[in-house]
Every structure is written in structure tokens, then in C-alpha cells.
């Protein structure tokens, strides 16, 4: 919101507003006092306090204790003058501006040595009333404009040092402000360079940016893992006034997720072998306790044979998953038809033995004159075969439901940022909201049989192709997970 210079001014004229007048004329700090009260007033300052004082060391002592904003001082008293008495109570009241009333002429050295010790302004005696109550007006909205912008930059900073991550604002080249983290890890100089130094650049080139997991020189000599944000600062008339760095160091958070998500996929390879090799040694006994006893059978051999067989596939099945999610490679990108990625995946289900259940139904709408997309496409084809098993075993529980295949272009958030979508949708039984982002992280999955690992790989393989992966879902609705690749023009 943008406030006028009306408002502006309102918010600053109720502020607390305490005036020191000085002079040693008796009847001066009779009338003058007055001739402010009523003539600020008039021009809406609400909260005055005016108090006087006859002699500099008056001034100096009453001046001292609570804020002072203003001091209107003659220049020639006995003692302490006027000009040594602002010079006194500035110590104490950085930011308090003085008008000094002098006899002298404006050419004579008193009023110029004011000025240069740092008096605001100057009015001359015989004082006229309007003359003084403009001077002063003036100055105090200057006054509270600079305390004001004072005390913003102070609750800048100090919510900048308070935030847990590095920031930086830049106005060009220019560093605005930086905090304490931002000195450690960049420094204090050449904090563009640094940045270009450390392949950065992209974070300040004036527009929105965002990368995960940026690998950076700790203090203490080790790789530190970062997200890193950058944004420009735009005014209320859209001027681009510069741009913000945020770098956030994720290193222990990280790695004690790694950690975390190691411990588990080793529970779940525990739990897995568990099952099938309990399982395996039963049926084992079994067997040679039959054929110790020479009662071995065809029809119980074929039978035991077979749940062995099927324990075993099960066995590598895991882990054939357990390995590819711990050697994704990084993927070797080409253009790529979308359409054609869809139609390899669905063509291995047609040319397999096995196929695919006979009561699933596979549709495909592919959009046509779709532009390229950079893609590997072996690890796009692994993709799409998770999917597509997925959601085959989503509708299991019921033995009927279709899988549809579907592309589009999708625009971006500014223009020449499309990206085409791949979607693969089923009819099964859906997934719950809560479960939306925990879907994709080992060990979670809505099967009681499944592994949890298909998904985490699907999205690992998609983030490494500079994509998105979402999933849109209602319980008993079926589940539409979309990708979103970039397009290679």
C-alpha cells in the first residue's frame, strides 16, 4: 500500500513533538512559545510539548533527559551560547535539528559558524512569528522523516540479522545491506564478484530464481549444501529497484535427512529380505523334511517351487529398486518428442509377454505440434513405466479402471517459459491430501505390498531433467500425476 503525502504527514505530526526554546530575553520566552504552539498547531501537529529555558546551562541540563526534537536558541547569551548548547545536547540527541535566532545580519560570521557546526537554519531578530513557525514546521517534518527512516533501517537490519540464511540486497553493483551470515559466507567486498565467483550470477540477473541444493565453501573448508533465492525489488509503479539474495545454508538439515532416509530404506530392506527369506526357510523345511521322509509329491514340488520362485522375484524386484534409486545417473538430455516418449513406454506393455491385467483399459490423448522437450529418453521411459504400474496397482483392489495417457503445453509464469505436461491418470482408489508430498519420500506408499521407493525415483529423475512432478488426487477419485519438462527451443 502507498501512502500520500497526506497520510505521510499525519502519521508524522502525531507523533510526540518536544521543542526547547533558549533565550535569555524575558520576553521573548513569553511570546515565542506561543507564536509556535498556535502556528504549528495550525498546521497540524497534535502532540506538542514546549518547554524554555533562559540560560544555555538551563538548556543543556533540561534538554538532556527524554527525547528533544527541536531547539530554538538565541546565539549571544552569557555563558553557554545557543550554538554550544545544540552542540552539547546533539551528543545526547543525534538526530535533533536547532533553529538559532540571531541580531546579526546574514553576512556576519555568527549565523555561518552555526550552520557549518550543524544548526538546520537561522532566523533573524526582531523574530516575526510566521517566519518561525515556517522554519520550524519545515525542519520537524525533516526531522521525523529522518528518524523515522532511522528507525526503519534499524528494524531492517535487525530483522535481516535475525533470519537464519544469508541476504543480501544489491542496487547494481552497489551492496545495499548485508547481514552477519551473508559477510561469513561471501564476505565483506566484492560481494558481486564472489557471487559470480561461486556461479551465482543467475540470482541477481533481474529477475526470479530459485535453486536447491547449491554446493558452497563452508568457513571451515568443507562443501556446504545451500538453497539459494533471488528476486528484484520492485517499487509501486513496477521500477525494478534491485534485487535480493537469500542463501540458505540446508547442510545439516540435509544430510541429516540423508541419514534419516538411509535408515529407513535399510528398515524397509530388513523388513522386505525379513519377510521373504522367513518365508523362503519354511517352505524349504518343509521340502527337505518331505523328502526326508520320501514323501515328496509332483503336484506339492510344483507348488512349493512356485512360492519359492515368487518369493525370490519379489526379492529382486526390491531390489532392483533399492539399487536404481542409489545410481539414478545424471541424465544425458536431448530433444525429445513427448508423444513419442509416451507411445516407447506404452509400446514394451504391448510387445510383453506379459502385458498388462485384461480388465485395464489404456487410452492415450497426445496433443499434436507439441514442441521438444529435453529429455533422456531411458530414464523418462523408466518414468513413465512407474507410472504406469502405479496406477495399474492403484486399481487392483477393484479389477477394472482405465490408465489414461495424456500432453499438453502448459504456459509458464512469463512469457517463453512453456513446458509440456505429460499426465497419467488412473481410476483407482486415490490419495489422501495429507499424503500429497509424502508420497514422493521413501518408505510411503498407499500400498500395503509396495516398497515406497517407485516414486521417490520418478521424482528424482524429473528434478534432474530440470522439471516438476505434481500429483492431483481425491480419495475413491483416481490420482493424475503430471510432469512438467521444459521445452528444448
Known amino acids: 500500500m ?23 530575553e524575558v520576553s521573548a520566552l513569553m511570546v515565542i512559545p506561543e507564536a509556535l504552539r498556535d502556528g504549528l498547531e495550525d498546521r497540524g501537529w497534535k502532540d506538542l510539548v514546549i518547554e524554555t529555558a533562559a540560560t544555555g546551562e538551563e538548556a543543556v541540563e533540561l534538554g538532556g533527559s527524554g527525547d528533544l526534537d527541536l531547539l530554538v536558541a538565541d546565539v549571544v547569551m552569557p555563558g553557554i551560547d545557543g550554538i554550544e548548547a ?48 515556517d522554519t520550524c514546521h519545515r525542519l520537524l517534518v525533516v526531522h521525523h522523516l529522518r528518524r523515522a527512516v532511522d528507525e526503519s533501517r534499524l528494524l531492517l537490519g535487525s ?100 541419514v534419516e532416509s538411509f535408515k529407513r530404506m535399510a528398515a524397509i530392506a530388513a523388513h522386505e529380505m525379513k519377510n521373504s527369506v522367513t518365508g523362503l526357510g519354511l517352505v524349504m523345511e518343509h521340502l527337505v523334511a518331505r523328502l526326508e521322509a520320501g514323501r515328496l509329491e509332483p503336484d506339492e514340488t510344483r507348488r512349493m517351487a512356485r512360492i519359492i520362485l515368487d518369493a525370490v522375484a519379489r526379492l529382486d524386484r526390491f531390489a532392483k529398486s533399492f539399487l536404481g534409486f542409489s545410481r539414478i545417473p545424471d541424465p544425458t538430455l536431448r530433444p525429445a518428442d513427448p508423444n513419442s516418449l509416451v507411445r516407447d513406454a506404452l509400446e514394451l506393455y504391448s510387445a510383453d509377454a506379459r502385458g498388462l491385467p485384461d480388465w485395464v483399459t489404456v487410452e492415450t490423448h497426445l496433443e499434436e505440434g507439441l514442441p521438444p522437450v529435453q529429455a533422456d529418453a531411458d530414464l523418462m521411459f523408466q518414468v513413465l513405466q512407474n507410472l504406469i504400474l502405479n496406477a495399474v496397482q492403484a486399481m487392483e483392489s477393484n479389477r477394472r479402471g482405465g490408465v489414461v495417457l495424456s500432453t499438453a503445453l502448459v504456459s509458464g509464469p512469463r512469457p517463453g517459459e512453456a513446458k509440456v505436461r505429460i499426465t497419467v491418470a488412473d481410476e483407482g482408489v486415490g490419495v489422501p491430501a495429507h499424503m500429497h508430498e509424502a508420497i514422493f519420500e521413501p518408505n510411503v506408499t498407499t500400498r500395503e505390498a509396495g516398497t515406497g521407493l517407485g516414486l521417490v525415483i520418478v521424482r528424482d529423475i524429473v528434478h534432474k531433467h530440470g522439471g516438476e512432478i505434481r500429483l492431483e488426487s481425491q480419495p475413491g477419485e483416481g490420482a493424475r500425476f503430471h510432469i512438467l519438462l521444459p521445452t528444448a527451443g
Open 159 to 258: 530483522i535481516i540479522e535475525s533470519v537464519d540464511a544469508a541476504v543480501v540486497a544489491f542496487s547494481g553493483a552497489t551492496v545495499l545491506c548485508q547481514n552477519q551470515a551473508a559477510r561469513a559466507l561471501l564476505g565483506a567486498r566484492d560481494v558481486s564478484r564472489r557471487l559470480g565467483e561461486l556461479g551465482l550470477d543467475a540470482a541477481r540477473a533481474g529477475g526470479t530464481h530459485r535453486a536447491d541444493d547449491v554446493r558452497l565453501p563452508l568457513a571451515d573448508g568443507r562443501l556446504g549444501r545451500f538453497s539459494v533465492a533471488g528476486s528484484p525489488v520492485v517499487s509501486s509503479d513496477g521500477r525494478v529497484l534491485g534485487d535480493v539474495v537469500v542463501l540458505r545454508d540446508l547442510t545439516d538439515v540435509i544430510e541429516r535427512k540423508e
Open 86 to 133: 545544540y552542540a552539547r545536547l546533539k551528543e545526547r540527541h543525534p538526530f535533533l535539528t536547532c533553529v538559532v535566532m540571531t541580531a546579526h545580519a546574514a553576512q556576519h560570521s555568527t549565523p555561518i559558524r552555526a550552520l557549518r557546526l550543524g544548526v538546520a537554519d537561522y532566523v533573524s531578530k526582531p523574530i516575526k512569528p510566521d517566519a518561525l513557525v
Open 2 to 24: 502507498t501512502l500520500s503525502l497526506d497520510d505521510a504527514f499525519a502519521s508524522l505530526s502525531s507523533r510526540r513533538t518536544r521543542i526547547l526554546v533558549v533565550d535569555d
